[in-house]
């Protein structure tokens, strides 16, 4: 009995970016029996690659982009009892999952076999997302912890995350205590901590400020834990000078980035320009506890945000704050979220804002925050800034929770992400503060699509007797607890989808409250472009080729394809109503044209081509020239759920007055 072995550098488990980039080779070796001679071989070269079949089937995974799409020049006899296929470049190859793929090598191919034969699978693995998100412990003594991720590769920056909390304990009411480190491929780390002490008489709130590390908790008098960051293959290595418990950690790991750099900056009254980068950035994470030096200071203030500038120049941002006061009779909690300030401080009387900080532009160099109010004084923001090579691959926005469970579908990002990360505290209004609140809080939460975990801290009112908390969750993204380990508010999971994420809510409170959130396109997945080409397409078409007719557009899909024909010819006026002109008369484009072409002239050409060839349009007439741009319909597309604007426009020009004047003379001579 023939059997066959598959072998090959492809068959090794590797990831969807290597079949993409071609030159992977998967060998066939028969046992039992021989292929046919090579003149017959050659004629059955096609059968062979059909047989090379995946478990998945979707409009960009093996089976229609790897497959479908292999020459048989590629299939090779090497002897009589091994063939070779050396896999081209499958540019559009994107699979949504791990692919199993089964070679058959067909009866036609062998000789003595009168059926197929199927050799062992092998498997195209996913490539890793651009975020990943990792739980580990601190040590119980000074060392060196690697929290890794087999397989992420090499991180351009971590966000870091500890507590108090411990391995099994999801919630400590020994204290309120967190931190927030950032770290670059560069070597630089901050990070910025906040303390409230549980069950005592006076207030003991306090901060810390350390450059130089990634983690640090420190009390009023003693450092708990101190440890610097430095990336790794597949993740980040924490060397803890200082640490006797196995805290929990978060490691938060970025991947994909174009440049990246972690500073710290002092504010000054006014707008500071922060400089130095050597690069634009699009995204900027940003902390403070309000300090002018390191080590620790009095006072609980903290502050975390993020700003974005889109490529259309959009500067979204957002931040969540928290307050407590320092060696008070009783607790005065504060707390606030902003989509004006990107960083920012409640006074200590808790009446006002302090200072707020907004990031209002993007430069060559650095970036620049406005400081309100009253002057920051050299206080110091911790920052980690990011260029990326889209600035269309993060979102920065703000969430309202509902007040029953449900599924929330938030489409913002306008993307699948790779990562979402959300932070938020006990704050119902957006844009402003609230002093002596019923209680502060601060989470933050991240989700790779695969893990989910958060962190936070809580600090009860008016409290004569301090009454704090620190938690930790797995498996969930938000989630508020009180210091009696009841959920207060809500508890909530990420999924995500083609547009944003869905966030499920096991509980919920009665009141709705502001959340903050960060996604990060997944850049494995394609952005889905269209091109427009064709003779209707380029700077030499006047007003007299539409009167003429038989013109042609042509739109080529990038990242997608189009829906099946069937599907297609139940759309095709949908495609013509895309095609908008910027001027709107009773003879132009959108009147003459869009209006009245038949969806006869709109063909599916091929899975990624739809040619649109125009009628002779007798009275279409325009004063100036106007731009038609085309915008393809979710309808059209296989997976897509938004419209996709194709590039480049369309201009149409007014006829020359020349044109015009050989056009009669001509018209009258002809009369003649």
């Known amino acids: 009995m023939a059997t066959a072995v598959a072998s090959g550098t492809i068959t090794s488990g590797v990831f969807e970016t290597a079949v993409a980039s071609g030159g992977q080779v998967l060998t066939l070796t028969l046992t039992g029996d021989v292929y046919v001679s090579t003149a017959v071989f050659s004629t059955i070269r096609q059968d062979i690659l059909d047989g090379?079949?995946?478990?998945?089937?979707?409009?960009?995974?093996w089976n229609t982009k790897v497959r479908d799409t292999a020459s048989v020049s590629t299939v090779v006899r090497t002897s009589d009892t091994i063939c070779t296929v050396t896999f081209a470049i499958a540019s559009t190859y994107n699979t949504n999952a791990d692919e199993d793929i089964t070679a058959t090598l067909p009866a036609t191919a062998l000789v003595s076999s009168v059926v197929g034969v199927a050799a062992n699978s092998f498997t195209v693995l996913k490539e890793p997302t651009n975020m990943r998100v990792i739980?580990?412990?601190?040590?119980?003594?000074?060392?060196?912890?690697d929290y890794t991720d087999p397989g992420f590769g090499a991180p351009d920056a971590a966000l870091v995350m500890q507590n108090i909390t411990t391995a099994g304990v999801e919630i400590s009411t020994t204290h309120a205590w967190h931190c927030i480190g950032f770290v670059d491929n560069s070597g630089n780390d901050e990070v910025m901590s906040?303390?409230?002490?549980?069950?005592?008489?006076?207030?003991?709130?306090?901060?810390?400020?350390?450059?130089?590390?990634?983690?640090?908790?420190?009390?009023n008098s003693t450092t708990y834990v101190l440890g610097a960051g430095a990336l790794i293959k597949d993740g980040l290595r924490i060397n803890y000078s200082i640490s006797s418990t196995a805290y929990n950690v978060i490691v938060i790991l970025l991947k994909g980035l174009k440049?990246?750099?972690?500073?710290?900056?002092?504010?000054?009254?006014?707008?500071t320009d922060i400089t130095g980068l050597g690069f634009s950035p699009d995204l900027i994470f940003l902390a403070t506890t309000a300090q002018t030096v390191q080590g620790r200071s009095d006072y609980s203030y903290f502050s975390f945000g993020a700003a974005h500038k889109a490529a259309d120049g959009t500067i979204s941002q957002h931040s969540t704050w928290l307050f407590e006061i320092d060696n008070a009779a009783q607790s005065y909690p504060g707390l606030a979220i902003y989509d004006t300030y990107a960083v920012g401080k409640i006074a200590a009387g808790g009446t006002t804002i302090d200072w707020s900080g907004a990031v209002e532009d993007f430069d060559s160099d650095g970036f620049s925050i406005n400081a309100s109010a009253t002057d920051p004084g050299s206080q110091i923001i911790d920052y980690l800034a990011i260029e990326l090579h889209n600035p269309d691959d993060a979102w920065v926005g703000t969430i309202e929770t509902p007040t029953s469970a449900i599924v929330q579908n938030?489409?913002?990002?306008?993307?699948?992400?790779?990562?979402?990360?959300l932070t938020h505290t006990w704050q119902h209004t957006l844009n402003s503060h609230v002093w002596d609140a019923d209680a502060c809080a601060f989470i933050m939460g991240a989700s790779d699509g695969t893990d989910e975990y958060s962190m936070g801290i809580y600090n009860e009112d008016a409290q004569t007797v301090t009454d704090t908390a620190s938690y930790y969750g797995s498996s969930i993204l938000a989630r508020l607890y009180d210091d009696n380990a009841a959920i207060r508010h809500f508890n909530a999971s990420a999924t995500f989808t083609p547009v944003g994420f869905d966030l499920a809510y096991t509980s919920t409170g009665t009141s709705s409250l502001v959340w903050a959130a960060i996604a990060l396109r997944d850049l494995s997945v394609g952005v889905v472009s269209a091109t427009t080409s064709g003779t209707l397409v380029g700077a030499s078409v006047f007003e007299d080729a539409i009167v003429s007719g038989g013109r042609v557009l042509k739109l080529t899909l990038a990242e997608d394809v189009y829906v099946s024909t069937a599907v297609f010819s139940t759309i095709r006026q949908d495609i013509i109503d895309g095609l908008e002109s910027d001027s709107s008369t009773a003879t132009s484009w959108n009147t003459k044209v869009r209006d009245t072409v038949s969806v006869s002239a709109v063909v599916r050409t091929s899975d990624t081509l739809c040619t649109i060839t125009l009628p002779a349009i007798a009275d279409y007439d325009i004063s100036t020239?106007?731009?038609?741009?085309?915008?393809?319909?979710?309808?059209?597309?296989?997976?897509?759920?938004?419209?996709?604007?194709?590039?480049?426009?369309?201009?149409i020009r007014k006829a020359l007055a020349s044109s015009a004047v050989q056009t009669t003379v001509c018209t009258i001579f002809t009369g003649f």
Request: proline residues 6%; charged residues 5%.
């Open 135 to 145: 739980h580990g412990f601190a040590p119980v003594a000074p060392g060196v912890v």
């Open 410 to 421: 938030i489409t913002g990002p306008r993307f699948t992400p790779g990562g979402i990360i």
């Open 194 to 219: 906040v303390f409230m002490e549980n069950n005592v008489g006076n207030t003991d709130a306090s901060r810390a400020w350390s450059s130089g590390n990634v983690v640090t908790m420190q009390s």
């Open 259 to 271: 440049n990246v750099k972690v500073a710290s900056q002092a504010l000054s009254a006014g707008v």
């Open 625 to 651: 020239n106007e731009t038609i741009t085309a915008t393809l319909p979710a309808t059209a597309m296989a997976s897509t759920v938004f419209a996709v604007i194709a590039a480049p426009t369309i201009l």
């Open 52 to 61: 090379i079949t995946s478990d998945a089937s979707t409009a960009t995974s």
